[in-house]
């Protein structure tokens, strides 16, 4: 076990059984205590009635404010729609290397293409855009191996292909990481 700790917060209403598998799922990856716990804010400040999405900028810069834990990683668990300027919507972002991050799972249920409903699926995607989140934020940049879980992801079918496990290159990366 490291001596690093991960907090997934969440915020919003989650079932149990999606954070219990989520916080295996970065356990196994990141050899870490995980610990989740319950955040509130009130997501109206977020909120861009222009693009009914919320800022996922202003979200995880308040992470970052809310959660000043030295050597523990905190990561924002949401179920809304993301976006950050630059782009039309967003799976999650951290800061590289740095202590915050944050993941929603709004995008990722098959229901919002037009497709049979998949808890298991839908928790998968989930844990790997978690642990894609998360590994940069202990300073890994996007991979171009295939099934890396840090190679970028701009629409599901991306999540669905690649693995939620790191590529050797990613691996030694990590544990460097991990080390320091």
Do not use: W
């Not at 716990?37 to 109206?44: N, Q, T």
């Not at 928790?123 to 991979?143: A, D, N, Q, S, W």
């Amino acid at each position: 076990m490291s001596r690093h700790c991960i907090t997934l917060v969440s915020f919003g209403p989650f079932e149990r059984s999606v954070l219990e598998r989520t916080a295996q799922t970065v356990g196994a990856g990141f050899r870490c205590l995980v610990t989740v716990r319950e955040g509130h804010l009130d997501l109206g400040d977020f909120y861009d009635p222009a693009r009914r999405q919320y800022n996922g900028n202003l979200l995880l810069k308040t992470m970052d404010d809310l959660f000043p834990l030295e050597g523990c990683k905190s990561i924002g668990l949401f179920n809304v729609d993301l976006f950050i300027p630059i782009l039309t919507f967003i799976f999650g972002q951290a800061y590289l290397g740095g202590k915050s991050g944050i993941a929603s799972m709004y995008r990722l249920s098959n229901e919002r293409y037009g497709m049979t409903p998949d808890r298991e699926l839908l928790t998968e995607r989930f844990g790997k855009e978690v642990v894609h989140e998360l590994g940069h934020m202990f300073g890994l940049i996007h991979c171009h191996h295939p099934d890396c879980v840090m190679r970028s992801s701009t629409y599901v079918e991306d999540i669905d292909q690649k693995s939620v496990i790191f590529c050797p290159a990613c691996s030694v990366s990590l544990a460097q990481a991990l080390r320091s």
